[in-house]
């Protein structure tokens, strides 16, 4: 019953060198860079290289790489198609402002650093606890369904929240949450990106991991092999719901104005067009996927400010273009679903 | 008694796909369902599984009534399948469909995973382990990195079979394994399923198109045709059975 090892030139066996350069190392040089760069921009030192503006474009890709990764989770190992993610992210948002306004004492009375820190650990929980939540029931409402019909339904959720918000005076409606403290920085996002890749990569490499991509494989042969998917399913909303609401928390602590607007299906869309230009359920695609679309957007919006300010909105268009052009070239974006090696699994002898 | 169907039916409108089917299937068993095209041997095992419910009748699992039981729980239960066209999570590497399967044996909860704890490594370096050891059995460790769905037929369908048994299943149902094979597939399939069946404590209910395949494995064997039961016994009784010649010979296909 044995069969001589046949290799097959046409599938060429992955490389499965162990990689020298480690995940932890990876974590470490990031906080590495993010702590010095940090301190420079804040005591406003080599201002002409270093300007705040490099430091705002590299804060935005921290939280953008936290939601791309958690969407992930639903459209690339669940093999879902959730359009909803921003509406998560607005629970978080909405969460953090309120609990950093109106629950908690200012950073003022607190003492310094640690003070932010703790405010930080509150807000950014909260945050986390109500989008899971409400990942949870979404997750329930949707159990059954698949496909086009979990789509529309968590596109529906997506605008009923922006709705339900415009409308509840108590968080300013459309005019949006205003004087919510800068709580975040840096070196905050840093952290919480180099955690949500953490565990984010820890949970697709266990059972759990393989569970959600088997049913995206084949759901009813998971579902013969003993797999609750159901339950599977909605484990993996609950968590990339919170940790689209991680990802909504620092974003309102770093802009500290929040409109409805500003998790609407766009948001969404931005979110699936750089998960879909970086590659599908792979961390290293999300991560790409996010730098590669923010530093185009951002270098189009200099260009088209500096040379021709009247087109400066066309720059919108880029974004449906890029997915169009990914979808009719390479439908697996830039990485497939392979992982740069410092992020793959270490595979026992 | 592993397995005990006792009168299942299931129509589907107006249409009696399954009329009072039953089974004994010993707990070493290896028996055999067979039948032409639309006899309704797949809605068989779609009942066992609980792809779909049944009208009336029980099915018992040792001594446990597990009819109306959900797919994913008659799976912990004990009775893995593997179906006609063969489902195996294509794009997972070989050894993942294999540790996938050992899900429900994993030690370990969300937490462990989550910080990769001291229990989620000694219990994934053992799931790795057993594993390993299980696709060595069935002679597929060399493949162990590959894709599952990049395999040649044949070895896919020994995969399946092999992804079903991880689950340390009590009955292992086969949907027509020799569906789709050339002559030397089969032969080494018939081998595979006699090994499985002398090595593993579990009965086996097959069913087959190829009628020699089934006389060369089962014990016993039922016919089915137009979902009723027409004849039963050892193989080699049954297919002399003039009622059975004459469900075989109304299609293309003649008994060998």
Known sequence: MSTAPRPDPAQPLPDTRPSRVRFWMVCAGVLALAVPLQLLVDAGLFSDVLNPYYLHVLTIIGMNIILVASLNLLNGYLGEFALGHAGFMAVGAYTAALLATRALPPASALPPVLGTVGILLVTLAGAMAAAALVGYLIGLLTFKTVGDYLAIITLGFNMIIVNAIQNIDFVGGPRGFTGIAKNTNFVAVAVCLVLTIGVLRNLVQSTFGRVWVSIRENAIAAELMGVAVARAKNRAFTIAAAFAGLAGGLWAQNQQFITPRSFDYMKTTEILVMLYLGGMASLSGSILGVVAYTLLMEVLRNLLSAFAPQLAEWRMLISPLILIVIMLTRQTGLLGNREWRWLRPRQGA | ?256
């Open chain 2, 1 to 256: 008694m592993a397995l005990r169907i006792a009168s299942l039916t299931k129509s589907f409108g107006g249409l009696t796909a399954v009329s009072g089917f039953n089974l004994e299937l010993g707990d070493r068993d290896l028996q055999g369902i067979i039948g032409p095209n639309g006899a309704g041997k797949t809605t068989v095992f779609n009942l066992i599984t609980g792809v779909y419910a049944p009208d009336s009748g029980t099915v018992r699992l040792g001594d446990r009534e597990v009819t109306r039981l959900s797919s994913d729980a008659l799976a912990r239960a004990g009775i893995a399948r593997t179906f006609q066209n063969i489902r195996l999570f294509a794009q997972m590497t070989v050894l993942d469909n294999i540790t996938m399967a050992l899900h429900a044996q994993a030690g370990y909860g969300l937490w462990d995973a989550t910080f990769r704890t001291a229990t989620f490594r000694r219990e994934e370096a053992r799931l790795l382990a057993e594993s390993r050891e299980h696709l060595a059995r069935f002679g597929l460790l060399e493949r162990q990195r590959e894709q599952a769905g990049s395999l040649p037929y044949g070895e896919q369908r020994r995969l399946e079979i092999a992804r079903a048994l991880a689950t340390g299943p009590k009955v292992l149902l086969l949907d027509e394994p020799a569906a789709g094979m050339n002559p030397r597939e089969v032969e080494e399939l018939i081998r595979l399923i006699q090994q499985v069946h002398r090595d593993f404590p579990l009965a086996i209910l097959l069913i087959e198109h190829q009628l020699p395949v089934v006389m060369e494995l089962c014990r016993e064997v039922q016919v089915l045709d137009f979902g009723q039961t027409i004849a039963s016994g050892a193989p080699r009784e049954v297919v002399r059975n003039p009622l059975v010649i004459e469900a075989y010979l109304g299609e293309e296909e003649a008994p060998a």
